[in-house]
């Protein structure tokens, strides 16, 4: 019975072992990610995406390593920036320079092992070029996220030889999200911003541009433009004088973000609760919206909500700006002929 009892335990603790290792990445294969010392956070971040990846479709977690030179033996993938030393170093082998604005993904030879060269022209190509392989190796990026493949491959650093940069005229690639609309980004948190923002350069991107009325239009028949219906608290209007020198406003007006309590051109005011489907269970309460209006988003301190607006775009645009991506708010100003009045 003690025999018994002491194979059992044995069989438990090596079973137990073993769903540990299926779940504990290791660090095998016989490759190297390599980016160079003291990078800069986009060649840091193009290598450690390569290395993420790579796992993604294979289960295989590379080793990765700061370098000054290329490691002496081992096959190795570069991530680093075109004008960086190493690369250099591999000049005769891989030919021309990352092109402007552009990038290469090239796999070479070097003293009997496999190199793959991911450089860029600077450090946010160098991070395109990171997504590229990432693609060539059966990742999918959208806006919304990424979509990576079940099954599972073996890793790949031979055979690849492309260059690429932007078509002229398109060194600005990007999206520009419509607000003012339910339907559209009034209702993104910061956290969607953040992630849309993300996925920009995996799809070649470098660029959102954000639309906004700086007034809505209301009935003209009641001889009004709507103001107290949809000013909107992305961009502030007023005087230099209203301006704190930290970038906050000391004055404002009652602005608006669209939720499921407020009415907009042809969309009605229809609670949560009244979802189909069960639908309303995904919401918090019936007057959803940006998390900036808070539980009750009929009331807010004007001059609070523009600076809260401000920090939410320093938050979300300094992500961006992190990654090269540029950022722009704009308004309209039109003659509306429909409403027959200046807007």
Request: hydrophobic share 35%; with cysteine.
């Amino acid at each position: 019975m003690e025999t018994l009892k002491k194979t059992f335990k044995t069989s438990l603790l090596q079973s137990f072992l073993i769903a540990c290792l299926m779940f504990v990445p290791l660090h095998i294969g016989a490759q190297t990610v390599v980016y160079p010392q003291n990078a800069f956070d986009n060649q840091l971040l193009a290598a450690k995406e390569v290395r993420r990846y790579i796992y993604l479709r294979t289960n295989q977690l590379l080793k990765i390593q700061e370098a000054s030179s290329l490691p002496s033996s081992g096959d190795v993938i570069l991530v680093a920036n075109d004008a960086n030393a190493m690369v250099g170093s591999l000049r005769s082998k891989i030919g021309d320079n990352a092109p402007a604005n552009g990038y290469l993904v090239k796999s070479v030879t070097d003293n009997g092992r496999k190199v793959l060269v991911i450089a860029g022209a600077s450090d946010i190509e160098t991070l395109y070029g990171a997504y590229r392989y990432a693609h060539l190796i059966g990742c999918r990026f959208y806006l919304h996220g990424d979509v990576i493949p079940d099954t599972k491959t073996t890793v790949n650093i031979t055979g690849f030889d492309e260059k690429s940069m932007p078509l002229d005229g398109l060194n600005l690639r990007g999206i520009q999200p419509f607000h003012n609309f339910p339907e559209g980004p009034d209702w993104w948190q910061l956290g969607d911003y953040k992630n849309y923002i993300s996925q920009l350069p995996k799809l070649g991107m470098n660029f959102i541009g954000l639309h906004f009325y700086p007034e809505q239009p209301g009935d003209p028949e009641e001889g009004n433009i709507g103001i107290e219906n949809g000013i909107e608290p992305h961009v502030w209007i007023g005087k230099k004088s209203d301006v704190n020198p930290d970038g906050t406003v000391k004055a404002a007006y009652a602005a608006h973000l669209n939720h499921t309590q407020h009415e907009y051109f042809f969309t009605p005011v229809v609670g949560t609760d009244q979802y189909h489907m069960g639908a309303g269970l995904l919401f918090e309460d019936n007057g959803f919206g940006n998390e900036l209006l808070g539980n009750n988003p009929d009331t807010k301190d004007n001059i609070q909500f523009f600076n809260n607006m401000g920090n939410f775009w320093a938050d979300a645009f300094g992500h961006a700006k992190n990654l090269g991506v540029k950022t722009a708010l704009g308004v309209e100003t039109f003659q509306s002929q429909f409403y027959g009045q200046s807007i």
